[in-house]
């Protein structure tokens, strides 16, 4: 699919949020004024807080009608929420984009539009966001610098930040994907395995305001190590075929 015209686009807004009830209201208004000239609609897939996330996205409803609320009955993780929004979703083009607000929604349009000049000539595309100025704890910065060095040495994707939030691609092509617990963070050497091209665009980062990190360095480095083997074996194992009907 090509697009040549924004304001025809349709999007389909995708937040993973697990106790985020401090930060989701006004990620959700930024996100709105930010996309005031697009079609949209904002899926937000609560990973069954304990908190009032809930309650505060039902309030949040009854004035905003691009909101669409999808709950976990159990707390099945980011990918996991990250599938339940685009396999729900209304529209082809998928934005991914963190709850806690780290990610500015005034860099989504930049992504959108660097999508479609890519769609142009390659059908299979993904924007991802490259936090080059990072607001996080040194050690959640060095753990990070180290593990997309290692990564992009088995793999060869030659992304700098896999895991930036804040991604553009089409529905058909994730759904495609061969899915896993933590798929989120390997989703650009995934789409190039399977014939996509990625293309990394410099996005602001902002400090966490309110609320405390899901991730921290044990419980993401042997999680990490596991399915980064896994995604080799993986990229290693596909082959996306080229043909012709004669």
Known sequence: MVFLNLSKMNLSIIIPVFNESENISNLLIEISEALSTY?????????SSTDSTIEV???????????RILSHSENYGQS???????SSSKHDVIVTIDGDGQN????????VQEYV??????????IAGYRHSRKDSFLKRFSSKYANMLRNFLLKDNVPDTGCGLKVFD????LELPFFNHIHR?????FIAQGGKVFSVKVSHRPRVKGVSKYGFH????VGIHDLLGVFWLQKRSKKNSFKEI
């Open 39 to 47: 079609n949209h609609e904002i899926l937000v897939i609560d990973d």
């Open 57 to 67: 996205l039902k309030s949040i409803k009854q004035s905003n009608e691009n909101l």
């Open 80 to 86: 996991n929420a990250i599938k339940t929004g685009i």
């Open 104 to 111: 500015d929604p005034r860099d989504i349009p930049i992504l």
């Open 117 to 126: 000049k890519r769609n142009i000539n390659y059908p299979r595309v993904m």
């Open 171 to 174: 529905k058909k092509s994730f």
């Open 186 to 190: 390997y989703l650009p050497a995934l």
């Open 219 to 222: 419980n993401r480095f042997w």
